[in-house]
């Protein structure tokens, strides 16, 4: 299941921008972060996609979900200008950023890819 994440939750679960310069992820498996608003038409085509994948990976990934009208300073600490917007963030790497609500075949081939991940 995805999880609505907080500044709070973000800085605990994902990295503490306020404390760290340095990309540092503080997630116990890979993570999919996705930046949405309520209203955003292409956001609600992929929401049940993104659960359907929580439920296919199971532990193996988080996902989560960043309301941008709501976590503004979430949004902007990573320049988001479109959304929907996704983060994937992989244990040992750097994250990387895709745009646009993209086909479940397509996220399956990034988390594969970025985030080492096989269904």
């Known amino acids: ?5 907080t500044k709070a ?17 503080e997630g116990k ?9 309520d209203w955003c038409e292409p956001c609600k085509t992929i929401a049940p996609i993104l659960e359907e994948l929580s439920e296919a990976y199971g532990a193996q990934i988080n996902i989560y979900k960043i ?20 983060l994937f963030c992989p244990m040992d790497a750097p994250p990387q950023m895709a745009n646009g609500a993209l086909p ?13 991940i096989e269904k």
């Not at 939750?9 to 992820?25: H, I, P, R, S, T």
């Not at 309301?67 to 996704?86: C, G, N, R």
């Not at 399956?108 to 080492?116: F, K, N, S, T, Y």
Request: glycine residues 2%; negative net charge; hydrophobic residues 55%.
């Open 104 to 116: 479940k075949a397509e996220l399956e081939r990034i988390i594969a890819d970025v985030l080492g």
């Open 9 to 25: 939750a973000f800085l605990e679960k994902v990295f503490n921008f306020e404390n760290n310069q340095e990309w540092v992820f």
């Open 67 to 86: 309301d941008t009208e709501v976590e503004q300073e979430l949004a902007a600490a990573f320049a988001i200008k479109s959304i929907p917007s996704m």
């Open 29 to 37: 498996v890979p993570a999919l972060i996705d930046f949405y608003a």
């Open 1 to 5: 299941m995805t999880e609505n994440l």
